[in-house]
């Protein structure tokens, strides 16, 4: 009884191209094994110069967007109580201001119940 051993044996001769594919393909497999199951603790970024703020690395997606729409609900607080001593065209820009902040609330809001639905 004999055995069919259609596949590549130790002797087979592999092209030198086809040897080089495969090692590209072997690095690459490598690189996104690594990427995704022993992940390199990425460079700290350093922050410019010029900037004078930063936010925390470590906060998760609920707390930034829970901050960010109370800090636009807090501007939209504050120019609506400017407004009222404004008179005229200037009056109309600033509820025009707050209007675009009561946006970006909504939005902020929106994407606060898509990351924790309640």
Same mark, same amino acid.
């Given at each position: 009884m004999s055995e069919d051993n259609s596949g590549p044996t130790k002797n087979d001769s592999?092209?030198?191209? $086809? %040897?080089?594919?495969?090692?590209? =393909?072997d690095e690459a497999a490598k690189r996104a094994l690594d990427f995704y199951l022993d992940p390199k603790p990425q460079p700290k970024k350093k922050p410019a110069a010029d900037q004078l703020f930063t936010v925390v690395e470590v906060l998760d997606s609920e707390t930034l967007?829970?901050?960010?729409?109370?800090?636009?609900?807090? $501007? %939209?607080?504050?120019?609506?109580? =400017?407004?009222?001593?404004?008179?005229g065209p200037r009056?109309?820009?600033?509820?025009?201001?707050?209007?675009?902040?009561?946006?970006?609330e909504l939005l902020a809001n929106r994407a606060l119940d898509v990351v924790d639905p309640k």
């Open positions: 592999i092209s030198p191209e $086809a %040897s080089q594919n495969t090692k590209k =393909l967007l829970a901050n960010l729409s109370e800090t636009l609900a807090s $501007a %939209s607080a504050m120019l609506n109580h =400017l407004a009222f001593d404004l008179d009056r109309h820009f600033a509820f025009g201001i707050q209007q675009m902040i009561e946006l970006s």
